[in-house]
């Protein structure tokens, strides 16, 4: 058993679909926080919800947090002292739970039906008011609540807000890490439901009963359940145990208008940042950032450094808004401090997916070449998956000419005759490596007395299709004397065709 004194943190994800950038960030400030404390990073599947919940979704927020690199100390995989750490596997304990409140007098059984509670509810709008349950059943008789159940009525369970508290006066005060003391009036809450009829328990009762036997001393999570804080205060009451330490994060915004993130702002899986090449580092490095700063001019911080300067302490209290721009920004920092065999690594497997090459045929030669290309594209990729834009005319010669580059460069005057010209030139340039190359390349443009970019584009849009990308000497040399001087040919064919016959 853990010792008392030890940081226990834990996210509870409901596995309802993929793991939005939210909730990794909720994931992160705990994970953060416990390895900052040497604590316990716990991870417990919120799946009360059994329709809206599934296996794929639970491997989905798993796979996610494997791949930013958070590690879970306890939850669903590696098992634990507090398990199962699945709700719908502890049924029975909240059961157990909710049944010794009503033996002490803390919660009730309630026979209400659902057309009663919507009569109720209708009277209260009459008179424009909020609902709040009155205590019907607050009080039944032994002979009462017989009567209900030979009717069939199967009851939920509420908790008795007075008998929780100890009164029906009086301020709940949530000692907020973040927000500071944030205060709600108990006149505010009504017998609210804990256990429904179904047996299955609402989410602030599973919530309060783990958190409780799990030892979580800290619960971090997003503002937005701020307003269940008081509930889970109350049912903490109830069953005479301390309330963890509570710290409220900002949530992640997608606009400065103030919503919050969703999929009209842009994509919030995490798994379609992993798709598109962003790397864990900079999403990480990205994720820390929304809410949470060190000072204002620091951007960049490796995982060992956020471990060692995170705390609640400078976290903000307001939203903060999600920038692409910024993500991209430090994705493309990241992806150039990879050394060129990592880089080389990381994007074999999108030249793999766009079907560009394939990894079993990398020989020790073309994976010299491979890293070639990585290092001539230099820093112009912003994700792993812009590898492909930059390069798939060095893997593949069936490639069109863009239009920009056709109109600009290649349909202009004497462009045909002056590609004739450097073929015969690359034909004769020895060695073939780039510096020859380029001496070649300039020494001609001089000769002609010509402007180096009316020569160099048409070459380029010729060997590449594109009016963009790596250093054309570099291209040239990668390319090979062979392709380079077939596409020249090619391009030239192509043009005398389009003049002869338009
Ligand atoms: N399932 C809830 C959520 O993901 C858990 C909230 C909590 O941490 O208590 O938002």
Not at 5 to 32: Q, S
Not at 85 to 90: K, L, M, N
Not at 321 to 334: C, P, S
């Amino acid at each position: 058993m853990g010792r008392t004194d030890e940081v226990r943190v834990r996210i509870a994800p409901a596995p309802t679909g993929h793991m939005h950038l939210g909730n990794a960030r909720t994931a992160l400030f705990n994970w953060l926080f416990a390895r900052h404390h040497g604590g316990k990073f716990i991870v417990r599947i919120d799946d009360t919800d059994l329709e809206r919940s599934s296996e794929e979704a639970v491997k989905a927020i798993l796979d996610a947090l494997r791949w930013l690199g958070m590690d879970w100390d306890e939850g669903p995989e590696v098992g634990g002292p507090y398990g199962p750490y699945i709700q719908s596997q502890r049924l029975d304990i909240y059961r157990e739970y909710a049944k010794k409140l009503v033996e002490g007098g803390k919660a009730y059984y309630c026979y209400c039906t659902k057309e009663e509670l919507d009569a109720m509810r209708e009277e209260a709008r009459k008179r424009g008011r909020p609902f709040k349950y009155p205590g019907k059943c607050r009080n039944l008789t032994p002979e009462e609540r017989e009567r209900f159940e030979r009717e069939g009525r199967r009851p939920t369970i509420r908790l008795n807000v007075e008998a929780a508290w100890g009164s029906r006066e009086g301020k709940i005060v949530v000692h907020d890490l973040v927000l500071g003391d944030v205060e709600f009036d108990v006149k505010e809450f009504d017998d609210f439901i804990i256990m429904k009829s179904n047996g299955m328990p609402v989410y602030n009762f599973a919530t309060v009963v783990d958190d409780y036997l799990m030892r979580i001393t800290h619960v971090i999570r997003a503002s937005e359940h701020l307003s269940n804080t008081p509930k889970q205060i109350l049912i903490y009451k109830a069953l005479g145990v301390e309330p963890p330490k509570f710290a409220h994060v900002p949530m992640v915004l997608g606009s400065s208008k103030g919503e919050k993130l969703s999929k009209r702002h842009g994509a919030v899986a995490v798994e379609w940042y992993r798709d598109q090449g962003y790397l864990p580092e900079a999403m990480i490095n990205f994720l820390a950032r929304l809410g949470w700063s060190y000072d204002d001019k620091e951007e960049i911080f490796t995982v060992e450094e956020l471990i060692e300067k995170f705390d609640l302490d400078r976290v903000g209290r307001s939203g903060s808004v999600f920038d692409i721009n910024k993500l991209n920004w430090l994705n493309k920092q990241y992806i150039m401090m990879m050394p060129l065999s990592k880089r080389t690594d990381a994007v074999i497997p999108f030249l793999e997916r766009a079907g560009l090459i394939k990894r079993e045929e990398i020989t020790p030669e073309k994976r010299r070449w491979l890293e070639k290309i990585v290092e001539a594209v230099g820093d112009r990729m912003t994700t792993l998956a812009d590898i492909v834009d930059y390069t798939y005319f060095f893997f593949t010669d069936e490639f069109e000419y863009s239009e920009e580059g056709l109109r600009k460069w290649l349909s202009k005057e004497g462009v045909p005759e002056m590609l004739e010209e450097v073929k015969e030139l690359l034909a004769g340039v020895e060695p073939f490596e780039r510096g020859e190359i380029e001496r070649a390349l300039r020494g001609y443009v001089e000769g002609k007395g010509l402007k180096a970019i009316r020569v160099f584009q048409p070459i380029r849009v010729a060997i590449t299709g594109k009016t963009v990308g790596p250093g054309l000497f570099e291209t040239i040399e990668l390319l090979g004397r062979e392709r380079t001087l077939g596409r020249l040919e090619r391009a030239i064919r192509f043009l005398k065709g389009r003049t002869e016959n338009p």
